[in-house]
């Protein structure tokens, strides 16, 4: 059901998407930046959206080939606005089965709607070439920690232990995290925020107004110093072992 829900509300979400996701943005120019190389015959991008990373390597680096997964149609439009040369794939990045090896498999804020963590990771071996890099993003446990308090969250967040425990197979480069805390006028904007950038196909329900009131009610009085949203990086670049 969570992938139904991703396809319709990041497809909803498309538009505003780019104004809205500035921690998204800032986390693909950081991961991007944690490679200083500027060349890769192959590339895997996976879960594209409208192309954070992708406008990043396209201007950065040399390829041959660069594929670029997402489960919702409409990043096509996206994509193929930053390149033609790129080759879009509309599909469910679990579902996705490559026909050749990467030298560079790179996903930026996405993993964490997996519904096998650790086996897709694991899976990853088979498609990375022996010097190639894995460079992902995905959240911590303190991830939207104010929500988690009051709505039901499908999602599972990990650990630096429990990730270094899942990535034990690996040679881990680069395994670190950071808090970023955005400030809102009003809990209403914080959910506007979340639906703007897709962040609502967490949770399928829908509201009255009384729901929305119990909301607004309880972040105020659990969020004395001003209304805050946790968000929680997490940084992973990868080789084979």
Request: overall charge neutral; hydrophobic content about 40%.
């Amino acid at each position: 059901m969570i992938k139904e829900l991703i396809k319709k509300r990041f497809g909803r979400s498309l538009d505003t998407y780019d104004k809205s996701a500035i921690v998204q943005k800032h986390m693909s120019e950081k991961l991007a930046g944690m490679s200083d190389l500027f060349e890769f015959e192959n590339i895997l991008e996976l879960g594209c959206g409208t192309g954070f990373v992708t406008k990043i390597l396209d201007k950065k680096v040399k390829y041959s080939c660069y594929d670029a997964v997402d489960i919702v149609s409409g990043c096509h439009d996206y994509i193929k606005s930053i390149s033609k040369e790129i080759n879009f794939i509309n599909m469910d990045i679990e579902n996705f089965i490559p026909e050749k090896k990467y030298n560079l498999i790179i996903s930026n804020a996405a993993f964490q709607w997996l519904n096998d963590f650790s086996g897709f990771i694991n899976k990853l071996k088979n498609y990375i070439e022996s010097d190639g890099l894995i460079m992902f993003t995905t959240f911590g446990e303190r991830n939207f920690c104010q929500l988690s308090k009051l709505l039901k969250n499908n999602l599972k967040y990990y650990s630096i232990d429990g990730l270094k425990s899942i990535l034990s197979g690996y040679d881990i480069k680069v395994l670190e995290e950071e808090i970023i805390e955005l400030n809102f006028q009003s809990p209403s904007d914080v959910l506007y925020h979340i639906k703007n950038t897709g962040v609502n196909a967490l949770s399928d329900e829908r509201w009255t107004r009384a729901d929305l009131r119990n909301f607004e009610a309880e972040y105020k009085k659990m969020s004395p110093e001003g209304i805050k949203l946790t968000y929680n990086p997490i940084y992973i670049v990868l080789k084979i072992i």
